[in-house]
C-alpha cells in the first residue's frame, strides 16, 4: 500500500526559505504515468496546490507560486522535496504531499491527488 | 476567493441524501476532468471521485459524482454521522495552467 510522509522544520522565520521532504513508501516515485504534488492549506481555509514533479525532473508550478518554488526529486531516496523562498505569515499552513495522478491522454486536464501523506504544519513566524 | 465555487454548508439528516455542486467556467470544468475529496477535522483529504464519476477501490456507492457543461455535482446517499466533512472538488484550469480546488462544502449530518 502507498504511504506518503511528510518532515521537515515546524517553523520557519519570515524572509527564509521552506523546506519539506516527502518519503514514499510501499511503491516507487519511478512511475510511467505518475507525478509527485504538493498541496497546501492554510489554517481554517481550502486547498492551494503548489507544484508537482515526474521523477524524470519534469515539474509543473503553480503560476501564482511559481517564482518562489522549487520541487526536486531523489530517485535513490524515494522522495520529493519542496523549497519555498522568501516566506511570509501567508505561506503558514498544513503541507502535503501527494501522488498526482493523470488519465489515459496524459494531460493534466484529467488529474486527481491520491493518496495524499498526513500533512505537516509549517508556521512562519520569528 | 476559489476560481470553483461551492456552497460554503450544507446539512441533511441521516439516511437521507444530499448534493453538493462545484460551478466553474469552460476554462476548468468545462473542458477538464473534476476531482471530489473528502476531508474529515484534523486529517488528510482522500479521494472520493476521479474522471468526472469513478470512485476508486474501498469508496462505497453510495458516492457518486457528475459533471455537466461547467458544473459538477457530488451525491451522498444514505448519509451517516461519519459523513460530516469538508468536502471539495478539483480540477484543471486551462487559463490559469493550474490545479483549482472549490473553497469546499461543509456537510452537517444533523
Known amino acids: 500500500q502507498l504511504q506518503l510522509q511528510e518532515s521537515g522544520p515546524g517553523q520557519v522565520k519570515p524572509s527564509e526559505t521552506l523546506s519539506l521532504t516527502c518519503s514514499v513508501s510501499g511503491g516507487s516515485i519511478i512511475s510511467n504515468n505518475d507525478y509527485w504534488g504538493w498541496i497546501r492549506q492554510p489554517p481554517g481555509k481550502g486547498l492551494e496546490w503548489i507544484g508537482s514533479?515526474?521523477?524524470?525532473?519534469?515539474?509543473y508550478y503553480n503560476p501564482s507560486l511559481k517564482r518562489r518554488v522549487t520541487i526536486s526529486a531523489d530517485t535513490s531516496k524515494n522522495q520529493f522535496s519542496l523549497r519555498l523562498n522568501s516566506v511570509t505569515a501567508a505561506d503558514t499552513a498544513v503541507y502535503y504531499c501527494?501522488?498526482?495522478?493523470?488519465?489515459?491522454?496524459?494531460?493534466?486536464?484529467?488529474?486527481?491527488?491520491?493518496?495524499w501523506g498526513q500533512g505537516t504544519l509549517v508556521a512562519v513566524s520569528s | 476567493q476559489s476560481v470553483l465555487t461551492q456552497p460554503p454548508s450544507v446539512s441533511a439528516a441521516p439516511g437521507q441524501k444530499v448534493t453538493i455542486s462545484c460551478s466553474g467556467s469552460s476554462s476548468n470544468i468545462g473542458n477538464s476532468y473534476v476531482s471530489w475529496y473528502l476531508q474529515l477535522p484534523g486529517t488528510a483529504p482522500k479521494l472520493l471521485i476521479y474522471?468526472?464519476?469513478m470512485r476508486p477501490s474501498g469508496i462505497p456507492d453510495r458516492f457518486s459524482g457528475s459533471k455537466s457543461g461547467t458544473s459538477a455535482t457530488l451525491g451522498i446517499t444514505g448519509l451517516q454521522t461519519g459523513d460530516e466533512a469538508f468536502y471539495y472538488c478539483?480540477?484543471?484550469?486551462?487559463?490559469?495552467?493550474?490545479?483549482?480546488f472549490g473553497g469546499g462544502t461543509k456537510l452537517t449530518v444533523l
Open positions: 501527494a501522488r498526482h495522478l493523470r488519465g489515459p491522454s496524459g494531460y493534466f486536464s484529467n488529474n486527481w491527488f491520491d493518496p
Open positions: 478539483g480540477t484543471w484550469d486551462s487559463s490559469l495552467s493550474a490545479v483549482i
Open positions: 514533479i515526474y521523477y524524470g525532473g519534469s515539474t
Open positions: 474522471d468526472n464519476n
